[in-house]
């Protein structure tokens, strides 16, 4: 196997421009893990308080068996993270089993945005990543863990998961999922119900039946927005057991699983001979790897923002110009809704994960050669995990899909390409994710109508204010105006006047959900309005040029470069569910283009 060129071309270019920040991470992480396991080196009385609620403390204190930390994102809001409640005493009993003990470390918090959207909590969400960095970080901090366990699956949590397991990336790291949850209301017929309820067709009651019979028990929610995207990017990164993923929470083999993990865990720390510290793992190729998968995926725009970050924790440096290229050489191979009908369960079924990263490889599309949790590389994960008198063993993965409808191989993709775009021009810098959006509306000219905020769109719709060809401008959205919220709930808004038959689309400092699509969406504009952007010169009825198929985000306006900028009010976005809190955020977030982060 020959790596792909372009593959090769932006792994070179990612590794020069990082050259120095990896060096100097490297030389961090070596630093702290030169004098061997760190708790060897507490006090005994810093050991006491830490092993004073442990039953079989006696024995740990006498004997050099391997601790494993649990980050532990839980609580039973989310149905994604209700599954993990058990988790720990199972991770124990695994840890036992292995000549190990573990303890939870800490707990971070989780959000769900699938509460939030829409509201004023969605403001809080962005940052919630880097606060989950924070928090893990205070867990860790007791410096009396040889392995960490990292439980999470949602939107934030796992990114910032991610970024404590690079900042403390001398310790071994492995991410542990739960599964999504069995298949209910197809996601097109739930959409569907939005659409109607949006145009006023059907009532609240109606709405209601249709998101309970769709969101129905404990896991991940089944369209292939963030979440599941995050679980696809632990998979090709190597930081989950391979084919993981999408197994179903509650069933023997996600217990066999996670039992695995475990034990897998306390084999990677110092005290033994296979010592995997989390930084040699998330080197630049498996940040590529990451990446390549996303694209051939049709994965979350989110993670757009989440790479930037998570890699820049680990000194390796990304660029939007880094995904435009891949995903220019990546081929489509998977529909998965909003991008299909079908919703991770068929995907898993239909060959999943093992067969898309074995045809990638041997497409050359993929760095075969990294350093993975498996104890190999990555051919390791065109696996898939069987149950055998309750042990988990992994054999050849499927060689074929089982739905050519739902996944197909590299050769004989959906689309040639990943379907995102890098978009430049005198509005700034953004992406657009087109795997989704019909062909003919790639390239949409339109007269703009401006707005501040995602209440004011609704209202405007509802006064029937939406009438010719439009592209919908939603400024002051971003990181440092209020935090960046998804705008998620605009779609079927937007989608409702795509259907009756007007060219839309949507341009935002902001960001879209994962589980967004059909309608054209230049997002993550930056530099931001409120950070002096080209998007506070806008005006109702400037010419905007949207061009997916060129790169291009335009205003065609003849004086629009002299322009004064519009006042942005940050009062809006100051105060309320908690906003106050996160005010030093707002004002020390960094670009969407460098992953919008406080902390990295």
């Known amino acids: 196997m020959t790596l792909h060129a372009t593959v090769d071309r932006v792994t070179d270019r990612i590794r020069e421009r990082s050259a120095k920040t990896r060096s100097d991470y490297q030389t961090k992480i070596a630093r702290a ?101 924070l928090a893990s970080g205070v867990a860790l901090s007791h410096d009396t863990f040889d392995s960490a366990l990292y439980l999470g699956v949602c939107d934030k949590i796992v990114p910032g998961l991610v970024i404590a397991a690079a900042t403390f990336g001398h310790i071994p790291a492995v991410f542990i999922p739960a599964g999504p949850m069995p298949s209910g209301l197809p996601n097109d017929e739930k959409s569907k119900v939005r659409q109607q309820f949006a145009a006023g067709e059907v009532g609240r009651e109606a709405l209601m039946a249709a998101e309970m019979a769709s969101y129905h028990s404990p896991g991940t929610c089944t369209f292939y927005g963030t979440a599941n995207s995050n679980q696809m990017l632990m998979e090709f990164m190597g930081l989950h057991l391979p084919g993981s993923s999408f197994v179903n929470p509650n069933t023997p083999l996600r217990e066999a699983l996670t039992t695995a993990a475990v034990t897998r865990a306390a084999a990677i720390t110092r005290l033994g001979n296979d010592y995997l510290p989390a930084g040699d793992v998330l080197d630049e190729r498996a940040f590529v790897n990451g990446i390549v998968g996303l694209m051939a995926t049709g994965g979350s725009t989110n993670l757009i923002i989440h790479l930037p970050a998570m890699a820049r924790a680990a000194g390796v440096l990304l660029d939007i110009e880094d995904f435009h290229d891949l995903s220019e050489c990546v081929p489509l191979m998977a529909r998965v809704y909003p991008n299909g009908l079908a919703d991770v369960n068929h995907f898993h079924a239909s060959g999943g994960l093992g067969f898309m990263i074995g045809q990638l490889i041997e497409a050359g599309l993929l760095h075969p050669d ?156 930056s530099p931001e309005a409120a950070d002096g952007g080209p998007l506070a010169r806008l005006r109702d009825g400037d010419l905007l040029r949207l061009d997916a198929t060129r790169g291009v985000l335009e205003c065609l306006s003849e004086d629009f470069d002299t322009r004064e900028n519009a006042s942005f009010d940050p009062a809006r976005s100051a105060e309320g569910m908690g906003r106050e809190l996160f005010a030093a955020f707002r004002a020390h977030v960094g670009p969407a283009t460098e992953g919008a982060a406080v902390v990295v």
């Open 33 to 133: 893990a030169e004098d061997g396991p760190r708790r060897a080196h507490l006090s005994c009385g810093n050991q006491a308080h830490a092993y004073a609620a442990m039953p079989d403390k006696d024995d740990f204190a006498a004997a050099r068996k391997p601790n494993v930390g649990i980050i532990t994102a839980y609580n039973d809001m989310l149905s994604a993270h209700q599954p993990y409640e058990r988790y720990p005493d199972l991770i124990r009993r695994a840890a036992h089993a292995a000549g190990a003990t573990a303890q939870v470390a800490g707990g971070v918090p989780a959000m769900c945005d699938g509460v939030t959207q829409g509201r004023a909590g969605m403001e809080l969400s962005l940052f919630s990543r880097d606060v989950i960095a």
């Open 370 to 525: 990294v350093k993975t949790i498996a104890g190999g590389g990555l051919d390791l994960y065109a696996q898939e995990p069987q149950l055998h008198d309750g042990q988990v063993h992994w054999v050849e993965g499927a060689r074929a899909s089982l739905n050519d409808k739902i996944l197909r191989p590299a050769s004989d993709p959906f689309a040639a390409t990943g379907g995102l775009k890098q978009l430049d021009g005198n509005l700034g810098r953004g992406v657009i994710k087109v795997s989704a959006v019909a062909p003919e509306r790639h390239v949409i000219e339109a007269p703009a109508r401006v707005f501040s905020d995602q209440e004011e769109v609704k209202a405007a719709f509802k006064r029937g204010e939406f009438t010719q060809d439009t592209i919908v401008v939603v400024r002051f959205q971003g990181p440092r105006a209020n935090g960046m919220p998804e705008l998620h709930s605009l779609t079927p808004t937007l989608a409702v006047l795509q259907d009756r038959g007007l060219r839309v689309a949507l341009v935002t400092d902001g960001r879209m959900s994962g589980a967004s699509g059909k309608v054209p969406a230049a997002i993550h504009v």
